[in-house]
């Protein structure tokens, strides 16, 4: 049942992002609980960031800083999240389906408030 949901979620999000929109509308109840599960411990359940890690680390990125959202690509995106970045962002292609990395990245753009107008 919960497989069936998600290719639901990622049906409807697949038609949402070939009308062009990557918004919250998007979002689903599965994918904000993969957030919450997966990402929300350094970058905040609101998706704003936080404090390094550790002394000098580097910040979590605010996913609701618009700048941010629009210079990156979906595909970007989804690199980060299956190779992670640096130091600071850890690598869950071994953890996740490409089906859960689609679904983080519609749960990160729904946090593009600015976007949304």
Same mark, same amino acid.
């Given at each position: 049942?919960?497989?069936?949901?998600?290719?639901?979620?990622?049906?409807?999000?697949?038609?949402?992002?070939?009308?062009?929109?990557?918004?919250?509308?998007?979002?689903?109840?599965?994918?904000?609980?993969?957030?919450?599960?997966?990402?929300?411990?350094?970058?905040?359940?609101?998706?704003?960031?936080?404090?390094? #890690?550790?002394?000098?680390?580097?910040?979590?990125?605010?996913?609701?800083?618009? !700048? %941010?959202?629009?210079?990156? +690509? $979906? /595909? =970007? #995106?989804?690199?980060?999240?299956?190779?992670?970045?640096?130091?600071?962002?850890? !690598? %869950?292609?071994?953890?996740? +389906? $490409? /089906? =859960?990395?689609?679904?983080?990245?519609?749960?990160?753009?729904?946090?593009?408030?600015?976007?949304?107008?």
């Amino acid at each position: 049942m919960r497989r069936l949901v998600a290719i639901i979620a990622l049906a409807g999000a697949a038609a949402l992002a070939g009308s062009g929109c990557k918004k919250s509308e998007a979002a689903t109840r599965e994918s904000q609980e993969l957030f919450a599960a997966t990402c929300s411990r350094c970058h905040g359940a609101d998706g704003a960031g936080g404090l390094p #890690l550790w002394e000098a680390g580097p910040s979590p990125q605010d996913f609701r800083d618009h !700048a %941010f959202q629009r210079a990156r +690509t $979906d /595909e =970007q #995106l989804k690199q980060t999240i299956k190779n992670g970045k640096g130091t600071g962002m850890p !690598a %869950f292609g071994a953890l996740l +389906t $490409d /089906e =859960q990395v689609a679904m983080l990245v519609v749960q990160v753009r729904s946090f593009d408030t600015e976007g949304r107008r």
